[in-house]
């Protein structure tokens, strides 16, 4: 029954984001095409095109699933916690004593590293574009004038930055889950040297809550970090489609006052 419901869930979810998807996807597209020529011959063709057929998309996988992913996903590891600590105060206890230290380390270090990795793709991404878009556009020129080597060569440059950038942040998304298993090593080792002093059953009884506890809190606490960290690799997307949404408010607001 826990399979299947959480099968009809991903497919409502999934149902729920594609469709979002679409409905920012086909406004963006509307609202740069009604802004009329003069605005479409000074922007540059290839950044809108991608903020309409990637940014999108991205803002909806990278920053919206996520959030909802985080929301979830704490109130899963609260509901886990108050359980532990209403059976062993101590062992929930330990639990964060372990925890908390972790996911300090890991949210103070990466935050600067992954805004900055996340706008330098973005960049790299635009400028990619623009080169194949400009190759393609001015085909004639760039054969007669033998300059289809310096175009590759722009090209593989911002291929290069993508991929660096793309491997350093599979290193980071890795980070999640080897903090959080180095904690519960830590935190049973822990509790090895703390319990010297107990009777063996009641420390068999506490070594087990623990490791139950770790066991279960541990998928919750990288879930959260792995999340916290694509919602905020992808963070530039918010600014983009903030900054579409606030042209086309003074936008229409100017049409509102020219009617009246």
Partial sequence: AKSVANILLYRVERDYIYSLYRYLSRRLFVGYFKRGLQFIKGENSAVLSRNVNVVCYTFITGVLRPIATLASEVLLLLMIFISIAIYSPLGALLAVAVFIPVAWLYFALMPSRLDRYGNIENEAQRR??????????????????????????????????????????????????????????????????????????????????????????????????????????????????????DVENKQSKSTSERID
Avoid at 140 to 151: L, M, R, S, V
């Fill in 128 to 245: 990619k574009y623009r080169d194949v878009i400009e190759s393609f556009r001015g085909y004639a020129d760039i054969e007669i004038n033998n300059a289809f080597e310096n175009q590759l060569s722009h090209f593989d440059n911002e291929l290069d930055t993508i991929i660096n950038v793309g491997r350093k942040n599979a290193t980071i998304s890795m980070l999640p889950q080897n903090l959080t298993e180095t904690g519960l090593a830590v935190g049973m080792a822990l509790l090895l040297c703390l319990g010297t002093g107990l009777e063996s059953a009641d420390m068999k009884i506490l070594f087990g809550v623990f490791a139950v506890a770790g066991l279960r809190l541990l998928p919750s606490a990288r879930n959260i970090m792995s999340a916290w960290s694509a919602l905020r690799y992808n963070r530039y997307t918010v600014d983009i489609l903030a900054k579409a949404r």
